[in-house]
């Protein structure tokens, strides 16, 4: 027989999380096999962006996912979760502009092919920086899968996707209102943007009606705009103006007619009622311009200065400019008042700057028919199922609302836009009317074109990129191998749940859900489970703007990743509610995680006294207990054990990973470690051969399925007891062995409502004897009263148990009503707990301790109640003064009730 190789003294999670996270991935633990029996279980990594680190949202996120994969692995699903990362077109792009400009350069100066070059070797040496900061946490993903949203396969369903679209009339080219950021000279989406609260002022203008007959008066955030303004808009019911509908106004500085117009988007009761109309800068004022076919004039130019059309302003910085107009509007008399006024300024997340409205030429998505398919399935078959179902409503009304889809970045890193313009036609140049054709390559462009414009042209590509999102809504499908019919597709397409943060719904997951129904005419996964967000010690959320992230790499240094995985688990109180980390930016401590370090250690702990007292034997070796051998305490625990594994089961079967593992929490902790293994102490050291095997196997069995049990939310430690357990080789993981499944025979509602009795007896037995002063070693008399047989019959058949953890000597249980005598006393259900003193403790010294502890503490509640009763004081005093007054107040009055009541049992 193997000598099993005992636990060390003291657990050390970075030594055992580092040895398991290779032997892991060396064997290839968690690579999926299609061939695999089991019903597929699939989910593809939130593909993280190359240039990111690893920040608490992603240690939050990947925990939960990591719950839910290696549960359903061990429930003998056929799992897969594939690994992966984002090619961030922006993020990288804004790491090689800051590196050329260090240098003096620009792109243009390197041109394209090199700055690409220089891309790909960035990727190489710096991108990889964050799938080894996964890798740090344990995951449970098959990284033979791993996969790039600019690798080869990913490429080339990135250009099948487009030209499909584009074919069948859902892809356009054409003019529209984008967010444009002047820093990196793109559009960017609605996620690279970040409102920002700014204090800001509020400019009034008037404008004079063309006849002489007055003017009109309109305020504005951005006074340069008004350079472009081609109307100024009233509502069509505001009675003050509807004899000026119609007439135009002289438009300030640029002595050019503008129509006043009637439009009902205008709020009579804001402002003055008119609203000055911008379309070309303004998402609000373009609608308008199209629905009353106005003039739509450009100021800006890409990098931010203003030009031709700003006229004496041409070549300003954006905000050179706004300067400049108002003094050249208040020098001409047409200013009329400025307001300090606090409002939302979108900033590009990137670039650090104000981005712009632009009307820019740009490619589309055509979203409705695709939308209007998605939503087909979600009211149809509530296809995909969101977690929790609140959800539903914000992900439903957002495509109701949804309109085209910018999909081209002006950028150089991503996937280039597979459009040919055939410059030839317009005298080499790129403009809006050059005529283009769409292919996969460029080989196939020069046939489409010759066909149309024959043999003598000259095809450019479009220099544009597609927004990243593009390719990342394929991501569900395109990692699997579309739009090739691979094994990998056929198995796990659909995948099974998507795990992300509500704050993507918009941008990501209904992009997901978008282009899967189109290509694949299927919804990308069945459940969408939302999580909340993590929060600080403030309870504010985490941000790089607010400056209090926290690192889960220095968390995970200090306390190990287990520790780390399992504190922001147990704090999902349920799905989809934000958690709290509490963190002392000084030290880098966490009392929550170093709680869940000091669990780790209590398991470990545990663990070491099972190991040590099974004679050298496993859970195989030492066998299953004969039912009708079982002590009472056994079968309670069993009783326990199985009613954990169904409810745990169940728990996470509806995505309450939260409530799992904090049940797991108290039966570990509790009914385990402090109950069970105290109890069978005595009969592992006694001679009663039997009874210590039976106690051996029951300890042996729960530990093993308390390993199982708790795996998937603390995978390092559970492997290393668990190999040390049953002495499997390095080869045979815990990872891949069944999860427990409850034998419900073994439990008896009863037998633990019973055993709770005998449980509260004891821990009421040992706070008497601590109000009473008894020393802990010291054995004592207790007699147990109660006029209930049923209570009477319960309490004998844990008198055993009563007498060893409560340390009494002599237990009387009787229906007789007790004597005279002084006693300590309590109460359980009907059970009168009493505890004699005589002999044990001196009654008048105790009486005249607590006496004298009564007297002080009233003394200090006379005090501190006075100055709470000074007005001048409450006035007077700092707040956290006079709350920590009345905190103490309270603790006192506390304390007070505490030692009167140890008086009235004397």
Request: charged fraction near 25%; aromatic fraction near 10%; glycine fraction near 6%.
């Amino acid at each position: 027989m193997t000598t099993p190789a005992p636990l060390p003294s003291q657990y050390t999670p970075q030594a055992t999380e580092a040895k398991w996270q290779e032997l892991w991935e060396t064997h290839q633990a968690f690579q999926a096999d299609p061939n695999h029996p089991g019903e597929p279980y699939c989910i593809v990594i939130p593909p993280p962006n190359v240039t990111g680190s690893l920040h608490m949202g992603h240690a939050f996120e990947h925990a939960l996912i990591d719950v839910l994969i290696r549960y359903h692995r061990m429930i003998g699903r056929n799992t897969l979760w594939l690994p992966g990362t984002d090619h961030a077109s922006i993020a990288v792009s804004t790491i090689l502009d800051r590196e050329l400009t260090a240098a003096g350069k620009t792109r243009a100066d390197v041109g394209r092919e090199q700055y690409l070059e220089r891309a790909w070797a960035w990727k190489e040496e710096s991108g990889g920086t964050i799938v080894g900061q996964l890798r740090r946490l344990g995951l449970s993903v098959d990284w033979s899968r791993e996969r790039f949203t600019m690798d080869a396969g990913l490429s080339a369903a990135v250009l099948e996707a487009f030209v499909q679209l584009y074919e069948d009339g859902l892809i356009y080219r054409g003019q529209y209102m984008v967010n444009w950021c002047p820093a990196s000279q793109s559009a960017v989406s609605d996620l690279e943007v970040e409102n920002k609260e700014v204090q800001g002022h509020l400019w009034h203008f008037c404008y004079p009606v063309s006849d002489g007959s007055g003017y009109l008066e309109v305020a504005t955030t951005r006074p340069e705009t008004m350079l472009g303004d081609t109307a100024v808009a009233v509502n069509p019911e505001d009675s003050r103006y509807t004899q000026l509908v119609g007439k135009t106004l002289i438009l300030p500085l640029m002595n050019r007619e503008i129509p006043i117009i009637a439009d009902s988007y205008v709020d009579p009761e804001f402002g003055t009622g008119c609203v000055k109309v911008t379309p070309a800068h303004d998402p609000n004022d373009f609608a308008m311009g199209e629905r009353h076919n106005l003039p739509m004039i450009n100021l800006l130019n890409k990098d931010g200065t203003l030009n031709e059309n700003a006229g004496e302003f041409v070549g300003l910085d954006r905000f050179v400019a706004r300067k400049k107009v108002v003094e050249a509007l208040d020098a001409q008399g047409f200013l009329v008042r400025v307001e300090d006024y606090k409002h939302t300024v979108p900033y590009s997340d990137r670039g650090k700057v104000a981005v712009e409205p632009l009307l820019s030429t740009q490619w589309f998505v055509k979203i409705r028919p695709l939308a209007d398919h998605t939503l087909h399935e979600l009211d149809d078959n509530n296809s995909p199922r969101f977690i929790p179902e609140r959800w539903t409503k914000v992900y439903r009304d957002w495509l109701v609302n949804l309109k085209d889809w910018c999909i081209s970045r002006q950028l150089w890193w991503g996937h280039q836009i597979p459009a040919w313009y055939v410059v030839s036609e317009t005298n080499g140049e790129i403009t809006d009317n050059t005529p283009f054709v769409v292919a996969k390559s460029q080989a196939e462009a020069e046939t489409k074109a010759k066909a149309k414009f024959g043999d003598d042209i000259t095809l450019e590509q479009d220099p544009d990129v597609l927004d990243t999102w593009f390719s990342s809504g394929l991501w569900p499908f395109s990692t699997l191998g579309w739009p090739e019919k691979t094994v990998d597709f056929d198995t796990y397409y659909p995948n099974s749940t998507l795990v992300t943060g509500f704050d993507i719904i918009f941008f990501w997951v209904a992009r997901m859900t978008l282009m899967a129904g189109y290509f694949t005419g299927k919804m990308p996964f069945q459940d969408v489970y939302i999580h909340g967000l993590v929060r600080d010690e403030n309870n504010k959320k985490m941000s790089k703007s607010a400056n209090n992230g926290i690192d889960p790499l220095l968390l995970i240094n200090k306390y190990g990743t287990d520790a780390l995985r399992y504190t922001l688990v147990k704090e999902v109180v349920g799905a989809g509610q934000d958690i709290r980390m509490e963190y002392n930016r000084k030290t880098d401590e966490s009392a929550t995680v170093e709680a869940s370090r000091n669990f780790a250690n209590k398991l470990w702990n545990a663990s070491r006294f099972v190991l040590l007292n099974l004679d050298n034997q496993t859970p195989a070796q030492l066998g299953i207990p004969e039912p009708n051998q079982l002590e009472l305490a056994d079968r309670w625990l069993l009783s326990k054990l199985n009613q954990l594994i169904q409810t745990t089961r169940e728990q996470i079967d509806h995505y309450g990973l939260g409530e799992a593992s904090k049940g797991l929490y108290e039966f570990i902790w509790g009914d385990f470690c402090d109950w069970y293994i105290e109890l069978v102490k005595p009969r592992l050291q006694g001679e009663d051969s039997v009874s210590k095997t039976i106690a051996q196997q029951v300890l042996a069995q729960a530990l093993e399925t308390i390993l199982k049990l708790f795996h998937p939310f603390m995978p390092h430690i559970t492997e290393e007891i668990w190999h040390s357990l049953t002495q499997a080789p390095d080869t045979t993981y815990l990872a891949l062995q069944s999860y427990p499944e409850p034998d419900v025979s073994l439990i008896d509602g009863e037998l633990e409502a019973n055993f709770t009795l005998i449980m509260e007896t004891i821990r009421t037995i040992r706070n008497l004897r601590a109000e009473a002063g008894i020393k802990p070693g010291l054995k004592i008399t207790a007699i147990l009263q109660s006029q209930n047989p049923a209570e009477l019959s319960v309490l004998k058949s844990g008198q055993a148990y009563i007498e060893h953890l409560a340390r009494v000597e002599t237990l009387t249980i009787t229906s007789e009503t007790a004597s005279n005598e002084q006693v300590f006393a309590g109460v359980v259900e009907t059970v009168e707990v009493l505890i004699p003193l005589a002999g044990v403790v001196d009654v008048v010294a105790l009486q005249e301790k607590l006496t004298k502890d009564l007297q002080k503490v009233t003394q200090e509640i006379e005090s501190v109640q006075k100055r709470l009763g000074n007005a001048g004081f409450v006035a007077k005093a700092k707040p956290e003064v006079v709350e920590g007054a009345k905190a103490s107040l309270t603790a006192a009055q506390q304390q007070a009730d505490i030692l009167q009541a140890r008086l009235g049992r004397l």
